[in-house]
């Protein structure tokens, strides 16, 4: 019996993958401010489902509206979708679709407008590296473990507890 179960953990673990949500820091290093090309910075980027998106700035001077295309071609905040004025916001991009990201008090003609398509995470390739939560100028690894080493660790202690038994 003991060994049936301790099979059965190993082909668990053996067959546990390691997924990550990745955050895109808008702007890299400069951030969500006036004269940075978000068009150019977006399309350097690839986004799935369920991650994330964040906007760095001064609180009082701008802000994130999420609008329809719309709103993002004529600037206008009409129907905002949501709105963010943190100075550090993290938007959970949650389904495959495309959004749409402006400055509300008056950066949006001042180019402060990013627009990304998100993709389904079942077109994404080979699972990202989950590694460690390392934070870089474009994006960080946020790492959700389904599997992997914490898996490994579980079995070698159930192993331990059923030769014990």
């Not at 690839?46 to 509206?65: C, G, P, W």
């Not at 994404?124 to 590694?131: D, E, K, L, Q």
Request: proline share 4%.
């Amino acid at each position: 019996m003991a060994l049936s179960v301790l099979l059965l953990l190993l082909v668990v673990a053996a067959t546990a993958t390691t997924v990550s949500a990745i955050d895109h820091i808008v702007g890299a290093n400069k951030g969500w401010t006036p004269g940075v090309n978000y068009t150019l910075w977006s399309n350097n980027q690839t986004f799935y489902a369920d991650d994330f998106i964040s906007f760095r700035y001064q609180k009082t001077e701008h802000n994130v509206l999420q609008v329809n295309k719309m709103g993002y071609d004529s600037c206008t905040i009409e129907g905002a979708l949501g709105n963010w004025s943190s100075g550090k916001d993290f938007i959970k991009l949650d389904r495959s679709q495309r959004y749409y990201f402006i400055c509300g008090i008056g950066g949006c003609s001042n180019g402060m407008k990013v627009s990304v398509l998100v993709h389904p995470l079942s077109q994404s390739p080979p699972p990202r590296s989950a590694v460690s939560a390392v934070h870089s100028s474009e994006k960080s690894a946020a790492p959700v473990t389904v599997g992997g080493l914490d898996s490994l660790v579980l079995v070698g202690f159930m192993v331990f507890v059923c030769c014990w038994i």
